[in-house]
T-cell receptor, first 117, second 114 residues
């Protein structure tokens, strides 16, 4: 089945540094990918829609300068958390939909646990 | 707007017990319904889905029936295993959903004890 690979699975960084998280669709092309944030024991919160070849669309309340999204190819989207602070510590998950099947369910990555010290 | 309501957890059961996790929804249109499962430290996996009324989705011994009259999509399993311990999310896909087309419930943490 369709696989979405997310890397790294865990990252620890110091406050003030930037962290890049990659989301790849391994066996399908995805013009659109999505980034979520999940707090402990909470549901997923959609942060932004990543669009190949154009700017990302951010949900209300999400700082676009803080969470930089680049969708450079049909199989790769990256989320960069800039100038990270401890409050950015969270579980970040990406998802993608196969371009060949727009009505198919989303495929999710395994998430990235970010800890900012 | 759309919304999904799930029973709050954690739900703790013994191995081989019968499982029901309730899910009800409100939607502006005629949604598709999903159950996703999240194992510890992982992302979400699609468990099952149903796209129209009276459809039954099933996978790995889990079942859920799309009940339009009661706007429900309860998840059931006849005999749970320790390996079923996870967080289960009910979700719908509709025109009234988010940019990703999905509206998630808050999740139900299921704990199965041996």
């Amino acid at each position: 089945g369709a696989v979405v690979s997310q890397h790294p699975s865990r990252v620890i960084c110091k406050s003030g540094t930037s962290v890049k998280i990659e989301c790849r669709s391994l066996d399908f092309q995805a013009t659109t990918m999505f980034w979520y944030r999940q707090f402990p024991k909470q549901s997923l919160m959609l942060m932004a829609t990543s669009n190949e070849g154009s700017k990302a669309t951010y949900e209300q309340g999400v700082e676009k300068d803080k969470f930089l999204i680049n969708h450079a190819s049909l199989t790769l989207s990256t989320l960069t958390v800039t100038s990270a602070h401890p409050e950015d510590s969270s579980f970040y998950i990406c998802s993608a939909r196969d371009d060949r099947a727009q009505n198919s369910p989303l495929h999710f990555g395994n998430g990235t646990r970010l800890t900012v010290t | 707007g759309d919304s999904v309501t799930q029973m709050e957890g954690p739900v703790t059961l013994s191995e081989e017990a019968f499982l029901t996790i309730n899910c009800t929804y409100t939607a502006t249109g005629y949604p598709s319904l999903f159950w996703y499962v999240q194992y510890p430290g992982e992302g979400l996996q699609l468990l099952l889905k149903a796209t129209k009324a009276d459809d039954k989705g099933s996978n790995k011994g889990f079942e859920a029936t799309y009940r339009k009259e009661t706007t429900s999509f309860h998840l059931e399993k006849g005999s749970v295993q320790v390996s079923d311990s996870a967080v289960y999310f009910c979700a719908l896909s509709d025109l009234g959903g988010g940019a990703d087309g999905l509206t998630f419930g808050k999740g139900t943490h299921l704990i199965i004890q041996p």
